[in-house]
């Protein structure tokens, strides 16, 4: 069973980081395993292309994807289940920052209808707009 730290504790920084760090390692497994995209592509599904896009951090893996990596490579899910908590966060995160969303918006640099998309589906936010998100609300 995965041990899942408690995020209340924690800033959102130190989540990113933490979960954008086990991508890294579990990115550093699959090529250290040094396995062939055709057997990822079997594992994952999808193009080989994109798959080697992901290996080599040009796009980002999808959550359905690494749920599969970490099946395969049997990882601790822990620092994925801190990631997912902290996503479904966000809103209370902001209320409690006491700043709102057309501030914070506006700070970002980011459209209001692609800033209340995100919120509405907090997998759409990209790493770089997490850290810049909780660099703001955390200070």
Partial sequence: ???ITTINNRTGIE???EFQ???QNLTASLNAKNLELRLLQEILGGS???IHN???GKRQWTFEELEKLMDYLKVDKGSYYNYLA???SIESRIKESGYKN???QKKMGMDAQVFYRRQAKPELWTFEELTELFSIIER
């Fill in 15 to 17: 989540v990113l980081n």
């Fill in 1 to 3: 069973m995965a041990e």
């Fill in 48 to 50: 080989i292309s994109n």
């Fill in 86 to 88: 902290l996503l479904h």
């Fill in 21 to 23: 760090q086990f991508v």
């Fill in 102 to 104: 057309n501030f914070i």
């Fill in 54 to 56: 992901k290996i080599t």
